[in-house]
T-cell receptor, first 110, second 113 residues
């Protein structure tokens, strides 16, 4: 059974820092991996989707990488801002099911 | 553009009561999903639909039923609510299953006393 974990569970950084969030999955037989952002009391917003044939995707200050063979993905946030404070979740699609990680709660301090 | 709309936003039920959660999307998406989110756990798929009139079970379907009578609507029913069903419920939709980003509603916070 596919399991997705995220480290760290929570992270607090000063404004302006570059940071990396980690996502690991146990079964490398995935079709894609998505990174989502969730604000308190809100639903999830898709940030980046990486197909299994891709190595990375970029959107603005966000860069996500995927290493299927090692079962890892990272989300890199450049020049963090207080508005980046949220919970970040990753999810893998294995062709039948979406499996989500528990999330990393990010606080960017002004 | 409303996207995905869930009603109600909050609800408190007593054990044994029934209720229906409504999800509506205006993006003409074929695929719709119901998830539950519990503290410390990732989202878990309850049921999903690949098109009007079709439904399928997800990871945690027990105690729930669904219906997709219209393409834009996906209903989640609890026939006899139990305290273990206290959770935040999210509906999502997507153009394609798995290969396209999912669009989420803002959730329904449900407490079963």
């Amino acid at each position: 059974k596919q399991e997705v974990t995220q480290i760290p569970a929570a992270l607090s950084v000063p404004e302006g820092e570059n940071l990396v969030l980690n996502c690991s999955f146990t079964d490398s037989a995935i079709y894609n991996l998505q990174w989502f952002r969730q604000d308190p009391g809100k639903g999830l917003t898709s940030l980046l989707l990486i197909q299994s044939s891709q190595r990375e995707q970029t959107s603005g200050r966000l860069n996500a990488s995927l290493d299927k063979s090692s079962g890892r993905s990272t989300l890199y946030i450049a020049a963090s801002q207080p508005g980046d404070s949220a919970t970040y979740l990753c999810a893998v699609w294995d062709g039948q099911n979406f499996v989500f990680g528990p999330g990393t709660r990010l606080s960017v301090l002004p | 553009n409303a996207g995905v709309t869930q009603t109600p936003k909050f609800r408190v039920l007593k054990t044994g009561q029934s209720m229906t959660l409504l999800c509506a999307q205006d993006m003409n998406h074929e695929y719709m999903y119901w998830y539950r989110q519990d503290p410390g756990m990732g989202l878990r798929l309850i049921h999903y639909s690949v098109g009007e009139g079709t439904t399928a079970k997800g990871e945690v379907p027990d105690g729930y039923n669904v219906s997709r009578l219209k393409k834009q609507n996906f209903l989640l029913g609890l026939e006899s609510a139990a305290p273990s069903q206290t959770s935040v419920y999210f509906c999502a939709s997507s153009y394609g299953q798995g290969y396209q980003p999912q669009h989420f509603g803002d959730g329904t916070r449900l407490s079963i006393l």
